[in-house]
């Protein structure tokens, strides 16, 4: 009676262990059965020698012994059709930056921020600070005290009634490939260069006018009139003025001229003062120093505000957190010194945006008091 009874056990055990795993014995032996392709493994049941079942198991991607894997275009045996797997094309790599514009609401007004290239900045162009010291700071933030690029920004004020650039980079006149990106990133944010009205100029070093004409000396802006600081004009534009400088900075007065021969000669190139506004919710604002007549343009709307300082911190590193370090470009390191402070002071002051044109692109950003007459830069972030 046991030994009878014992091997009908077995049959019993067998079938429940093969009915667990969802396994018909009689498929298993007439069916092909699909098995996924990347399970980690398959398990097949066989009876073992012991009178016990024994559980084998297969390398994930493999079948067991006696079954026929299911391909994909195939019918599987539910009827179901298995997907064929498609593989993507990779496309080729891009290989260029996208288009540098960014864009900031002022209240009604819209800002849209111009990236126009690098030029290549020098420690040893800072004063008034000990260059082991400055070499010090820039490595602690760049990793390095060489090979540092210094950006250059323009922006572009959408009014409403007015489209207003406040500058216009280089163009080509230092570099073919580095610099003289406005003109495509304006046309990128959605805008052509004969629907700029009005060009305001915060000072007329070539890194700010070049992007006004094209090497052929045609106005890149046709239908613009171009507004600068009166002291400015009577610097830089003066053939007198150029004779009297010395000879290696004869050259930033020849850029300046050339970059306004169109504008002068069509009568489209107008003198301002310090305080003026240029259209309404755009003043003036006197920050003389860098040049004679630089010049921060403050943009109003619906009680926000942006200051557009120009040249007022060439190095983000260095100037926040030493006002007092002056640049080799100064007319007047003294007056820059002085206006460089009272601005910082009062942008902190007021919790109010600025621009700058040699701040990390957008150029876009807030000043907050450290104490001591030391700052610190707050970038905006992406929105």
């Not at 262990?17 to 398990?43: D, E, H, N, Y």
């Not at 079954?67 to 990779?90: L, R």
């Not at 580095?178 to 100029?201: H, T």
Request: net charge negative; glycine share 10%.
């Amino acid at each position: 009676m046991q030994e009878k009874w014992i091997p009908g056990c077995r049959k019993l055990a067998l079938g429940l262990i093969i009915a667990s795993l969802g396994v018909c014995p009689l498929a298993m032996a007439k069916s092909p059965v699909p098995v996924p392709a990347k399970t980690a493994a398959s398990a097949t049941v066989r009876p073992a020698g012991s009178g016990q079942a024994a559980v084998q198991t297969t390398p994930a991607g493999q079948m067991p012994a006696g079954q026929a894997a299911v391909q994909a275009g195939q019918v599987a045996a539910d009827g179901t059709a298995v997907p064929e797997i498609v593989q993507p094309q990779i496309p080729a790599m891009v290989g260029v930056q996208v288009p540098g514009y960014y864009r900031v609401k002022v209240g009604q007004f819209e800002v849209t921020a111009l990236f126009d290239g690098t030029l290549d900045f020098h420690s040893e162009l800072l004063k008034n600070m000990d260059k082991a010291a400055i070499d010090k700071a820039l490595s602690h933030h760049y990793g390095r005290a060489t090979g540092i690029q210094s950006p250059i920004n323009a922006y572009l004020v959408h009014t409403g009634d007015h489209l207003v650039l406040i500058d216009a980079g280089a163009g080509k006149l230092f570099s073919e490939d580095r610099q003289g990106r406005i003109l495509a990133n304006l046309k990128a944010a959605g805008y052509q260069p004969e629907q700029v009205d009005i060009v305001i100029m915060t000072h007329l070093h070539g890194d700010h006018t070049g992007g006004l004409s094209d090497m052929e000396g045609r106005a890149v802006f046709p239908n613009a009139t171009v507004y600068a600081n009166r002291m400015e004009n009577e610097y830089w534009l003066s053939e007198q003025q150029a004779a009297a400088a010395p000879v290696e900075r004869q050259i930033f007065f020849k850029m300046a001229r050339e970059s306004a021969v169109p504008y002068l000669m069509t009568e489209k190139w107008k003198a301002i003062e310090g305080g003026a506004e240029i259209v309404p919710g755009i003043r003036a604002v006197a920050a003389y120093g860098h040049t004679p007549g630089h010049t921060a343009f403050e943009i109003t709307s619906d009680g926000q505000s942006l200051l557009v300082w120009g040249d007022i911190v060439h190095s983000h590193v260095i100037q926040f957190s030493h006002p007092e370090v002056a640049i080799e470009y100064d007319s007047d390191a003294v007056a820059a010194v002085r206006t460089r402070q009272a601005l910082l002071k009062d942008v902190a002051a007021k919790r109010e945006m600025v621009a700058g044109m040699h701040l990390p692109f957008p150029g876009l950003g807030y000043v907050v008091a450290e104490g001591n007459g030391k700052y610190t830069w707050i970038p905006v972030e992406y929105q």
